[in-house]
């Protein structure tokens, strides 16, 4: 049996008794990156084979390929660094690498896991691999590519009262971790306010201020730059008329709505993007920004050609009787297809950033 989570709440309960209750940022990061217990640092790599949830670029290298080559017609011949974050078990840092290496692009992958730090060096001796975006070089032309980063970075729970913001925070009573209210941090409230100026009291949020933070930096890192962030996102609107469970999301089968107050570190914690707060910032730092899904991101680059090619594959194979490749050209094919589903990974969000450009 795993024990990291049993670690992992006594730690946080030591901490919560010393310092106080922790501001649901700070839960998050604790949970998902504490070095030694963290649901992506225990030396688990994440996600994978064995994961609760796949990727777009697990489920198909052909996803890595499309976006391996957007990033290769934004470079367009010019001397760029390519610059995945959030590498995680590299299969998108593989098609990249390949697409780098055909252009000769230098490829560097951010991951914050050790563990998954470890892997992408061993699989990948001739690519860059640190830890921070403030470890990779400042140039004077970066394409930038983040794949389900976004919805990973600590976000705040904020609650909108009659007086104001409070924030949910995580305390403990006894054993048990809960959550409780506190006056909300000045920051944050100024943040919800700007993003909710109609919630009425009662309506509960995530403020992502850290994305806010991360485009920022991405965007002054590098003379131009074009970023592709890929993730599930939705509208302030959207957002502020959910309930707590739909705002904060745990991907382990079988839990209930806040079990990743029981067993922390052992679950994913996610929250939507809020595509607004991507529009703020963009808007603030002077770059355009084009918004639109996987789905139809993926068309543009080509997704219905290669499924047209699959498929012409599979009735070849068909009429020779090659029964095993027939079926190989399948599984392809409809790998491909899920990629575009609008009820699942099509209807992911893509926003193309840039600046400078
Ligand atoms: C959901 S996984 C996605 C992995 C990969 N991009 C993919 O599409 O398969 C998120 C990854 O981002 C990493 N990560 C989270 N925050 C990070 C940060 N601030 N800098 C670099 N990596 C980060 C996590 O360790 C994890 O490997």
């Given at each position: 049996m795993n024990?990291?989570?049993?670690?992992?709440?006594?730690?946080?309960?030591?901490?919560?008794?010393?310092?106080?209750?922790?501001?649901?940022?700070?839960?998050?990061?604790?949970?998902?990156?504490?070095?030694?217990?963290?649901?992506?640092?225990?030396?688990?790599?994440?996600?994978?084979?064995?994961?609760?949830?796949?990727?777009?670029?697990?489920?198909?290298?052909?996803?890595?390929?499309?976006?391996?080559?957007?990033?290769?017609?934004?470079?367009n011949g010019e001397v760029i660094d390519l610059v995945e974050v959030g590498a995680g078990s590299g299969a998108l840092f593989k098609e990249l690498d390949e697409v780098a290496g055909e252009a000769g692009i230098g490829l560097v992958g951010v991951e914050v896991s050790e563990s998954a730090r470890r892997k992408l060096r061993k699989d990948y001796p001739d690519s860059t691999i640190v830890a921070t975006l403030g470890e990779v070089r400042e140039s004077a032309r970066a394409v930038v590519i983040a794949n389900e980063l976004l919805d990973n970075l600590p976000a705040a729970l904020a609650r909108k009262t009659r007086d104001g913001w409070a924030e949910l925070v995580v305390s403990s009573e006894g054993t048990v971790l809960v959550l409780e209210e506190v006056a909300a941090r000045s920051t944050v409230a100024a943040w919800c306010d700007a993003m909710f100026p109609n919630i009425g009291p009662g309506g509960v949020v995530t403020a992502q201020l850290a994305v806010e933070r991360w485009i920022e930096t991405v965007l002054r890192m590098f003379g131009t730059v074009s970023l592709c962030i890929i993730d599930y996102a939705a509208t302030a609107e959207e957002l502020s008329a959910r309930n707590i469970s739909s705002l904060v999301r745990s991907y382990r089968e079988q839990q209930t709505d806040l079990d990743w107050l029981s067993t922390p570190g052992e679950n994913d914690i996610t929250v939507d993007v809020n595509i607004d707060g991507v529009l703020n910032v963009c808007a603030r730092l002077g770059a355009s920004v084009v918004v639109k899904s996987q789905r139809a991101f993926l068309l543009d680059l080509g997704a219905d050609e290669l499924v047209a090619d699959q498929r012409d594959m599979e009735y070849l194979h068909a009429s020779g009787g090659r029964v095993m490749e027939q079926l190989m050209a399948r599984s392809e094919r409809i790998a491909i297809e899920a990629l575009l589903e609008e009820d699942g990974l099509g209807g992911f969000t893509v926003f193309i950033i840039s600046r400078g450009v």
């Open positions: 024990l990291h989570f049993v670690v992992m709440k006594e730690k946080l309960i030591a901490r919560i008794s010393r310092d106080g209750p922790l501001y649901f940022d700070d839960y998050m990061e604790a949970c998902l990156y504490d070095p030694d217990d963290g649901f992506y640092s225990s030396g688990r790599i994440r996600p994978g084979e064995q994961a609760d949830f796949l990727t777009s670029p697990e489920i198909s290298p052909w996803f890595g390929v499309l976006v391996g080559g957007w990033a290769t017609s934004e470079a």
